[in-house]
């Protein structure tokens, strides 16, 4: 589980990833691919989309948008910030974006695409949780 360092970067990252939950999905170079249409904030096609990651292809990719972007201001529970590089071995890097204020679609929408990444055939997969829960630490 992931989270934010600070109110300032979840303000950030609320703004820039619409809509919750969410799936954000990076390719193997590090840069980030559109799983689904970006002018619908509708994240039905995640479920499909997670179940057949290995297969799909011909997905628009922002080069702009990259793991670099993606991973500054997330930290491990551990307050640790999260480091990840390209050469891990994995075709696709996946955020999760979640919070416990969202109740039954955690478990609905989330423990859906957890299940059909563990369960990917034919290619490697790494994602992480991001929790968008407002963090106590962040009030002093």
């Not at 820039?16 to 980030?32: A, C, D, S, T």
């Not at 050469?87 to 423990?111: P, T």
Request: hydrophobic share 35%.
């Amino acid at each position: 589980m992931m989270i934010l360092s600070d109110s300032v970067k979840y303000y950030e990252r609320f703004k820039e990833v619409q809509g919750f939950p969410e799936i954000r999905v990076f390719n193997k170079e590090g840069y980030l691919i559109y799983y689904k249409d970006t002018s619908k904030a509708c994240n039905a096609p995640a479920y499909e989309y997670t179940e057949f990651i290995c297969t799909t292809s011909g997905l628009k990719m922002n080069a702009a948008k990259n793991l670099t972007t993606e991973t500054k201001g997330l930290l491990t529970l551990n307050n640790t910030p999260l480091n990840i590089t390209t050469d891990g071995g994995y075709d696709y890097y996946v955020f999760i974006y979640c919070a416990r204020f969202l109740g039954r679609l955690n478990k609905d929408h989330v423990k859906v695409w957890q299940h059909n990444l563990e369960n990917a055939k034919g290619c490697k997969v790494k994602y992480y949780l991001v929790d968008m829960d407002w963090q106590k630490s962040w009030d002093h």
